[in-house]
């Protein structure tokens, strides 16, 4: 489903500013594949996450999703291939619009528009029946603006939009940072259900190590720009936290922040 082949990045090249973030990247993601991605800060998740996203462009190498070259496509045209959680709960919806006008929108994704009237009600129950599965009451609530939720409510309503329109990869973004313990495991047993009932890719980056060997069938550790460790299946399931952290310790790489979140 997504291949990425000797994909190096630095940003601010030549300048005293200049920071090497990934050395010759490569990675095979499954059809079905939910990796789960641990590193520390600078180690380089994210700017492999923005560079499948077309945030950013690699300085060399490809980027190949379900056999297409996307390496060098626009962030919007990726749009219609790829979902996307945010670590701000606020990035994945638009506040002043309601949530139906929200999930209309993600309904509608790399689609072409029309001048046909918005929402119809075949597919306002389409909402409700998906709302109903967050357990949130937002299946009620159809017509209220997004604002006024909560961070976890907004979460859940990103997640399930970013899912409404099957994508071929799904990329989470330390979806749960910012969210208190009893919500964030909500919105991943949520992320979990999701995946699962609808066979998704999912690239899931997170600082929290229990999460990471939790959920997914493969768990991929990045340092200074570079997966130095890839784990799967039965090992995978007998992985406990203090390994990774032994891991950390041996490659310099341990901080308050890993040691704290876990």
Do not use: C
């Not at 190096?8 to 030549?14: E, H, I, L, Q, Y």
């Not at 050395?23 to 594949?33: A, H, K, R, V």
């Not at 939910?34 to 077309?54: D, E, H, P, Q, R």
């Not at 929402?119 to 603006?145: F, H, N, P, V």
């Amino acid at each position: 489903m997504l291949e990425i082949k000797n994909v190096s990045k630095t940003f601010n090249p030549g300048t005293i500013t200049e920071k090497r973030a990934l050395t010759n990247i490569n990675l095979t993601l499954n059809d079905g594949d939910f990796v789960t991605v641990i590193g520390g800060n600078g180690a380089g998740k994210s700017t492999l996450l923005n560079l499948i996203a077309g945030v950013h462009q690699p300085d060399s190498g490809h980027i190949l999703l379900d056999g297409k070259d996307i390496t060098y496509k626009k962030e919007f045209t990726r749009a219609k291939y790829l979902g996307r959680v945010f670590q701000d709960p606020m990035m994945g919806t638009a506040a002043n619009m309601e949530i139906e006008e929200n999930l209309a929108m993600a309904y509608r994704r790399g689609k072409k528009r029309s001048l046909l009237w918005g929402i119809k009600r075949r597919e306002r129950e389409l909402y409700r029946e998906k709302l109903a599965l967050l357990d949130l009451g937002l299946e009620t609530r159809l017509k209220s603006k997004v604002g006024l939720l909560s961070g976890g409510q907004r979460q859940a309503l990103t997640l399930l939009m970013a899912t409404l329109k099957k994508p071929d990869l799904l990329l989470l973004d330390e979806h749960t940072a910012a969210l208190d313990p009893k919500t964030a495991a909500k919105v991943l047993e949520l992320t979990e259900q999701f995946i699962r009932q609808d066979h998704l890719t999912a690239f899931m980056v997170t600082h929290n190590m229990r999460h990471a060997i939790q959920y997914g069938n493969r768990l991929i550790m990045m340092m200074k720009g570079e997966i130095i460790y890839e784990v799967s299946g039965e090992e995978k399931k007998n992985l406990k936290v203090e390994d990774l952290l032994n891991k950390f310790g041996a490659a310099g790489e341990l901080n308050d922040r890993m040691v704290l979140g876990n």
